[in-house]
């Protein structure tokens, strides 16, 4: 019996530790018509910059919580995307470059899929025909975060408004934890 008791203790630790360790499946805007040829789904980009501290909070908390984590890996492409970057990026058959503007600049693609607001983070969401469903600015917590790509992916959007939505909707991905905002 305490074997088995002990056994199971370790599984259990393993289990929680590989579950840890899980990450998003991130892909580049490059892979991402490919991916979407061979299994439709729909698709959320991480806008961000490098000096973005709230890109970097949101990164820790919310991009590696295991509930988002999983959602994400079953249900939509993740893209990273920063906003800055220097080299020309071909989307969709059109190349989009860097722009420099004062001291720093931006990607004409960033601007194109935020709608010309260059504010970060911004995740941009598409369906599965990589049309736009809407760009979302500013920093998420988990529990906000698992709001969001619930209603997107279940196609709420569709036919129901956000509010209403969340006032209905019982968070599961992220019950466990507390959010600090």
Known sequence: MKIAATLLIILSAFSLELQAQ???????IEELEAAQAKEPRKVFIDMYTNWCSWCHKMDKATFQHPGIVKYINENYYAVRFNAERKDTVVYRGQAYSFIKNGRRGYHQLAAILMNGRL??????????????????????????????????????YKSE?????????????????????
């Open 119 to 156: 504010s970060y983070p911004t995740i941009v969401y598409l369906d599965e025909e990589l049309q736009m469903i809407q760009p979302v600015p500013g920093y998420m917590g988990p529990q906000d975060f698992e709001r969001t790509i619930t209603y997107l992916a279940g196609d709420f």
């Open 161 to 181: 408004a956000f509010e209403d939505y969340k006032k209905r909707y019982t968070i599961v991905h992220t019950a466990k934890e507390k959010e600090a905002n």
């Open 22 to 28: 899980e990450k998003i499946n991130w892909i580049s």
